[in-house]
């Protein structure tokens, strides 16, 4: 049964891409199935080990291939390590703001060049995107074109506003109306869908 809120939906409790507390929830997800995974190669090893005394048997040889998908696990959890989700005071003060209105939250886009865009919030107007992000050693400039050529590509391009200090996105907020998800106009979704696309 889904646990409904404003915009976030909660299923069987999974947070999905675009809500509070996904990247938490990343986190320990990744954490258990890269523990699992471990524990999973050492048993094998050395329950082919034991049967065995060598080590040139099926048993590792399994052991050995389960560490391919644990190393991958281990290594999506090394980069969503670095990431934190903001304060929920915080979220519950942007949500008040957007009230129903089309908002996300704990979105990380990743650049080619291996960086990471941590968009904490897109609050989604009728033709702007407004993001924050915590992160202040961002080149806003570039990055806000960067975000703004997934929206050309898609044909819904818009304005984009990053910011990276959250008293002047709450006024932001403050100073713009949203309109209800319910209501708003199909491309306003496509844009928030473009935004959830290219974040991990």
Not at 27 to 47: H, Q
Not at 113 to 131: H, M, S
Not at 183 to 200: C, H, N, P
Request: glycine residues 6%; charged residues 30%.
């Amino acid at each position: 049964m889904a646990e409904y809120y404003t915009t976030t939906i909660k299923t069987k409790g999974r947070i999905t891409k675009g809500h509070f507390g996904y990247i938490r929830q990343q986190k320990m997800r990744l954490l258990i199935r890269t523990l699992i995974l471990a524990l999973g190669v050492a048993g094998l090893v050395i329950t082919g080990y034991v049967v065995t005394k060598t080590t040139k048997n099926l048993l590792s040889v399994a052991g050995i291939l389960t560490a391919v998908p644990m190393a991958m696990q281990a290594a999506s959890l090394i980069f969503y390590w670095k990431f934190k989700g903001r304060p929920e005071e915080e979220y519950e003060k942007v949500r008040q703001l957007v009230k129903n209105g089309v908002m996300d939250a704990e979105l990380i886009v990743a650049k080619r060049d291996g960086k990471a865009i941590p968009v904490n919030y897109a609050c989604f107007t009728e033709n702007e995107v407004l993001v924050f992000t915590g992160d202040t050693t961002l080149d806003i400039k570039e990055y806000t074109e960067y975000l703004h050529r997934f929206l050309r590509l898609s044909e819904v391009d818009c304005e984009i506003r990053l910011l990276n200090d959250i008293d002047k996105y709450l006024a932001s907020l403050r100073s713009r109306k949203f309109t209800d998800r319910d209501e708003i106009d199909e491309t306003v979704l496509k844009r928030e869908g473009v935004f959830r696309a290219i974040s991990m």
